[in-house]
């Protein structure tokens, strides 16, 4: 119970605003809105869950956004105007999704970068590749394609489709955090990289992994996100790194790594997207981005004072009883071991 402590208190304030939202206007309850918030809930949670993979091992992924964009403007300029076939379209710009995420994580684990300086210059890189490609203009697939744009508009078994995108997604990060030897290397880590390698961790490939599987998951975002609006522009996506931090960090990640749960991350990512609703539904959608961000830095002083009450509560329980008592060397040798924390 203590390890979902915070998950638990922000899915409270979930139910809350969602209360909150309901009485300001009762239109939140409708079944139209309700299923366009699971739509939306379902597509941060996919590139969210990436963005969570890399902050759980230490690093930190910019490039979110900028990759959605190009997935989806690629996905409808190769349909469109270079005479592949929708399914061809699809899979070349998802292999160019990947290609990315395998460039910026060989780049950070080859050369040592700090991430933040390598998933910055490919978040401007992408971005503009993507306004080259389109000329700055809009690319929509004009009434062609409908069994494609169903993956983004369409409804299966009475959800959405990204619904079940997200819960494919969510099993199957859930199970490599929480259940393999590989999420058990990203917590270690995220919460001592030095230790780990000492360990013999393959930390380098482990961090590379991660940067692939965020790439991955923001590939199908884009796709969807495309299959949806149905029109790709080179501004699509902007901030959405942003969203994915705010929603991994809101749901028990912490930016120094080592921490988080892929259920926490689906409470901040509707979190996020109540939040958002509520803006747009008391007619205020001019201050969408202020709401934003006013939310991740909520989220990172949130992030600060666990931080600081948990490591208080550890020192209290690490102190002597009593200033002749002295720690015996088992006990000193298994407090230098590094400390991973994760649960399912």
Known sequence: MKAFKKEITMFAVMVALAIITAVLNPLFLGGDNLRNNVRHISLISLFALGEAMVIIAGGIDLSIGSIICVTAVTTSYLAMYAGFGIGAAVAISLGIALLAGIAQGAIIAR????????TLGSMLLLRGVAEVLTGGSDVGFQGKYPGFRKLGEGIALGMPVPFWFAVGAIAIVAFLMH???????????????????????????????????????????????????????????????????????LGGCSLQGGKGSVFGVLIGAGI?????????????????NVVAGGVILTAVIVDRLFEKSRTFAAGKKAAPTSPSTSASPSASAA??????????
């Open 335 to 344: 407090s230098a071991n590094p400390v991973v924390e994760g649960h399912a």
């Open 272 to 288: 996020l997207q109540i939040t958002f609703n509520a803006v747009n539904l008391v007619g205020q959608s001019l201050w969408q």
């Open 111 to 118: 050369f040592n970068i700090p991430p933040f300086v390598v």
């Open 179 to 249: 259940r393999t030897l590989f999420g058990r290397y990203c917590y270690a880590i995220g919460s001592n990289p030095e230790a780990a390698r000492l360990s013999g961790i393959p930390v380098m490939w482990i961090r590379l992994a991660t940067f692939i599987g965020a790439a991955a998951l923001s590939g199908v975002a884009g796709m969807l996100y495309v299959a949806y609006l149905p029109t790709a522009t080179p501004s699509l996506g902007n901030a959405f790194e942003l969203h994915a931090v705010a929603a991994a960090v």
